[in-house]
């Protein structure tokens, strides 16, 4: 699937709320970024730019705006959904 399609699929997914979060990027990237769960489903929401990290896993590096509307960088897996692997 190219970035494009891959950036549709992502902003769909989590404007339908198909997103979770592993437990480092809850409890250790979200923390220390000071993150919280509706800067990730607004960047998710409104993605802007993605490009493959592991084609194998279905692993994409996706930007977007938080909710101050500074970029934030996640990676995440698309499965069944969006599992947010790190937030950075």
């Known amino acids: 699937m190219g970035s494009q399609k891959t950036l549709e699929l992502i ?3 989590a404007a339908a709320g ?3 979060l592993s437990w ?3 409890f ?3 923390v ?7 800067d990730v489903r ?10 493959v ?15 101050d509307g500074d970029d934030l960088a996640l990676v995440v897996i698309v499965e069944d959904g969006l599992l947010v692997v790190t937030v950075f």
């Open 28 to 30: 250790e990237s979200m």
């Open 32 to 38: 220390e970024r000071n993150v919280g769960w509706r």
């Open 18 to 20: 198909r997103i979770r």
């Open 11 to 13: 902003r769909g997914l």
């Open 53 to 67: 990290e592991d084609a194998e896993k279905s692993k994409w590096r996706v930007k977007g705006p938080d909710m």
């Open 42 to 51: 607004k960047a998710l929401t409104n993605a802007h730019s993605c490009r």
């Open 24 to 26: 480092h990027a809850e």
